[in-house]
């Protein structure tokens, strides 16, 4: 469950030999192998298959999710006992879960004190998040890490998952016949990649795109934009009868996309010289494509883009390199 994971640099942990992470894009499995490096496999979904949010159902095709997950999984997976025809049951069914960050809410908080205890220090969590989180906080799935103590008080690193999305991830990898042991947003799977120096980062993932600067183990900026309603047919906030906004065409909405992408990378890029006093000269990108089209589309001369993904002596020949930082960064201490 979502309150027992360890959050960004965990050190000595009891993480699972096997990472999974479903997004919009498909399901992505990985596994480090002694012998051959990064062992992944990708298993892609129709873009209608699901629907990451603080609302369930996020999974809206669940045999497809299901079959996705069993293919992804079992390709990487250690064989264990065979079994009659020539298959194999894998030798541990157990993986860390990684789940799109538009189910989540990350928040950093400050307090006063905070109790050591874990049931009081919960208790004063939830009542926080009432007036924080736009679902339900007294039933939802919390988890924290204290990231910082001073004269003037504790700053905490806060997730929290709506209950029933998060019973929905884990049960399609229960249905596909794996266990989900750890569960982990996917930007945050993914900074144990970062080293010991200020760094943004930036994951586009469907339709969210997450801007994070990290210095060292302090989590500084955790911002998730929703671009998924750039072609509702919704009208929320105008009268009955008002004339209905048609979606958008496909070119119409990339451009906006690609144009919400860049004030949201710029806003992250001000938020760090305003924190760090001084500009940031690059940023690590984690998404579809290359590092050099993502560069290519902010139209930032200033600003490199590179890839956060696993080491050159950790290969993977089935996804781009620029995919696979959540798995490889969940996969640390396993």
């Known amino acids: 469950m979502l309150e027992k994971l360890p959050l960004l640099f965990p050190g000595i942990s009891l993480r699972p030999a096997m990472a999974c992470e479903i997004s919009p894009y498909g399901v992505l499995a ?3 192998d002694s012998s ?3 062992a992944t496999q990708f298993a892609p979904l129709a873009a209608t298959a699901l629907q990451p949010g603080w609302k369930s159902p996020n999974v809206l095709d669940r045999p497809a999710v299901v079959a996705a997950l069993r293919s992804a999984i079992t390709s990487v997976a250690e064989r264990g006992r065979p079994l009659p025809g020539g298959r194999s049951l894998p030798a541990n069914r157990a993986l860390t879960l990684i789940v799109p960050d538009a189910t989540v809410r990350v928040l950093l908080l400050d307090f ?3 109790p050591s205890k874990r049931a009081e220090a919960l208790a004063i969590l939830r009542f926080r998040l009432r007036k924080l989180v736009p679902f339900e906080s007294d039933d939802a799935a919390v988890t924290w890490q204290v990231m910082g103590t001073s004269a003037e008080g504790v700053r905490v690193l806060v997730v929290v998952i709506p209950r029933d999305v998060l019973l929905e991830y884990e049960s399609v990898v229960r249905e596909a016949g794996f266990i989900p042991g750890v569960v982990l947003p996917s930007t945050l799977a993914a900074t144990p990649l970062l080293g010991a120096e200020p ?10 795109l997450t801007t994070t600067i990290l210095r060292g183990q302090e989590l500084l900026l955790h911002r998730a934009l929703d671009f998924s309603g ?4 919704e009208n929320p906030d105008e009268q009955p009868g008002a004339p209905l906004r048609l979606p958008r065409s496909p070119e119409i909405r990339e451009r906006e996309e690609a144009e919400d992408i860049r004030r949201g990378v710029s806003v992250a890029l001000a938020y760090f010289e305003d924190t760090l006093a001084t500009a940031a000269s690059e940023l690590f990108y984690i998404g579809p494509g290359t590092a050099e089209a993502f560069h290519a589309m902010l139209g930032e001369p200033t600003i490199a883009v590179r890839e956060l993904g696993p080491t050159p002596e950790l290969p993977s020949r089935t996804v781009p390199r620029s995919m696979l930082a959540p798995v490889t960064g969940a996969l640390l201490n396993a």
């Open 30 to 32: 990985a596994r480090q």
């Open 36 to 38: 051959s490096g990064l």
């Open 112 to 114: 006063d004190a905070l």
């Open 199 to 208: 760094a943004l980062l930036v994951n586009h993932n469907g339709t969210t």
């Open 230 to 233: 750039l072609d509702s047919l």
